[in-house]
């Protein structure tokens, strides 16, 4: 298969579904995705992960891979892992890149070591609160850090387990909801500030940064169900900001995309803060494309066609084989 | 490009719609369906026992004999001939009606809903059990009513607690639209109503002038014994019947019915016809058949005893696998059992470490409309076999153990 062949004759797999709780979201990314490249020619089918995935990609292999499959084992770098052990190109990160930004915890750790600012934090698994007493432990964490925080699962995305604690009487309750998503949990200082979404994509000349994204909830937390209700959050492409605050936060989300090691395209969700600081929270390899997602938004705010961008994306990763 | 919500009808909706959402809980039963889960989570009758070669004979006959008709619109009571084969079976609990008082539906569901727009404005007080079927929920919440809970014990509705209900609401001035209640192996609690508390629960009813809607799917699902016969069995007035095929033949026909007095039957016979015209003349054909030509009471004990072996198989792992703490109803009939956690535990928080172990139930925060039910469950025994339930149980035992373990460990950090 040749990178100049005619979109009818690339064979493109959509890998949606999977086994977290980002299922249904991923189904809809899917969904999206396959029709904007249906609607360019390209041979694009859809499939689930299932105990029958490997024997039929091995029968029938596709020429691409997009994996588009949120949480595990679509982005800890699990599933690309297998793809890359089979050969087949994906479209996408590695799964290396992948691996880096699941782990949360990690991912601050190289952010920080490269002297990307990131909330200060502490992480904890959940054994070492009946170790060392829930107690002590929290009292310590919050004495050492401060209140607020925020209490969010190691990995996994959506919202889902992250509780804001503005009191101690907070704290058990958000580590609990922590845990049931997560054996560890990431404590971060609450940094008050807008949210920001830099969505990077890279179409052949390297990573580029897409107009920021700023998020606004209507009413309370940007949580699953601010995320998924068309209505429940106002999205504004570009964000507000001033000129050099925006330079920045592109700069800042292209400097996580290669920290990183990510491919292809990636979202960075950052927070601004008043005086302009800017703070990385965290980098996702399987962004949304669903119709309430970020990338999507941000690509045609930049002028660009969503199913062209993955068009483009396709040919590259038939190239690099 | 300013802000944008993806949603240029913000202002337009009706207030109705206000509050409907998608919640996490969604997402997490995305996951539910997928074939390594357990569910338990699930409500659906056993369709599979269904004698489907029959059934194929039976709908090609139809369709050679009365095709045209079958597909074509009906009147929007339903057919004369389906209604009288309805009153045959309700005779057999005990249920004196005439095919005239009877309007057939879209499922028994859309009872509810067309009672909801029947008798519902915005605010009016819908006594209910506690907890109750989350459908008549949805078509209450639908109409903007407000739901106020009665409590039940193993034995159903507690009279004392819907004369104090009543009280509390007369203290506001106010007057209840009616009492929902499934009196008969109830969803999701799965516990009967007794005898006397039948009478009694009339009684009150009468004294008050309180209406009252009877959904009865699931009394013919009864695995020891008859269970008493329905409330409207006992009293011609004061009380608006719903019955459905769903448990005793399909859920996927989906035909219900409402039999209710002549007044309201008018109405109802409107409402249906501004909502759908009339019911499916296909499905209406299909079930007066299954009555008729088929040993439909010989499948409903083929039915009965699949679920009751289900339902002793869930019992038994409960019993054999479950911490102390947590405890579950006996259902004699029905497709659930209500389960409670121990005492600090809370089953939405508890629901994606479930999955996590692959299996699933319904927290029990959905049967309620004012956020009780956190630390209830209901499961599910009608879909899997014996031994998916067993292996079920056994991993939801497991989580609920770790659970108690991470409730102690946060208690001890001063929840």
Known sequence: ?321 | MSGTTLDDYTGRYASRVHGMAQSEIRALFSVASRPEVVSLAGGNPYTAALPMDELGEMFTRLLSQVGAEALGYCPGQGSVALREALCGVLELSGIRASADDLVLTTGAQQGLDLLARTFLDPGDIVLAEGPTYVGALGAFQAAQADVRHLPMDDEGLIPAGLEEGLAAIAREGRRAKFLYTIPTYQNPAGVTLTEERREEILAIAERHGLLIIEDDPYSMISFDGTPPAPLRARAERGVIYLGTVSKIFAAGLRLGWVLAPPAVRDKLLLAIEASILCPSGLTQEATLRFLTEMEWRQQVKVFNTLYRDRRDALLAALGDYMPDGMTWTVPGGGLFIWATLPDGLDSKAMLPRALQERVAYVPGTGFYADGNGRREMRLNFSTQTAEVIREGVRRLAGVVASDIELRDTFAEGGA
């Open chain 1, 1 to 321: 298969m040749k990178e100049g062949a005619a979109a009818a004759d690339i064979r493109v797999l959509i890998l949606a579904g999977g086994m977290s709780y980002e299922h249904e979201v991923s189904l809809k990314s899917g969904r999206r995705a396959a029709d904007a490249l249906q609607r360019l020619g390209f041979a694009c089918y859809t499939r689930d992960l299932d105990g029958e995935l490997l024997p039929a990609l091995q029968e029938f292999p596709p020429d691409v891979v997009l994996p588009l499959v949120h949480g595990q084992p679509g982005e800890d770098g699990s599933l690309q892992a297998v793809l890359e052990l089979l050969g087949l190109p994906i479209v996408g990160t590695g799964s290396t890149g992948a691996r880096r930004a699941w782990n949360k915890i990690a991912a601050k750790d190289l952010l920080r070591t490269a002297g990307i600012p990131t909330p200060d934090w502490t992480s904890m698994p959940r054994q070492a609160f009946s170790d060392f007493g829930a107690r002590k432990l929290l009292d310590r964490i919050a004495a050492k850090m401060g209140l607020p925080l925020v209490v969010k699962p190691n990995s996994g995305g959506s919202g889902l387990g992250v509780h804001a604690v503005h009191k101690e009487d907070d704290f058990p309750s958000a580590m609990m909801g922590c845990f049931s998503y997560s054996d560890t949990a990431l404590i971060e200082s609450f940094v008050e500030g807008r949210d920001i979404a830099v969505g990077v994509i890279d179409l052949g000349d390297g990573p580029v940064a897409l107009p920021p994204v700023e998020i606004a909830p209507l009413h309370g937390d940007y949580d699953y169900a601010a995320r998924y209700n068309p209505g429940a959050t106002r999205w504004t492409v570009p964000a507000a900001l001033s000129e050099p605050v925006a330079a920045r936060t592109a700069e800042l989300a292209l400097e996580v995309h290669r920290t990183l090691g990510l491919g292809d395209m990636s979202r960075v969700d950052l927070i601004v803060d008043d005086a302009g600081g800017i703070q990385v929270l965290e980098a996702n390899v399987a962004p949304g494309t669903t119709e309430t997602s970020l990338l999507p938004m941000a690509i045609e705010a930049a002028g660009l066609d969503f199913g062209e961008v993955l068009a483009t994306m396709v040919r590259q990763a038939l190239a690099r084989t």
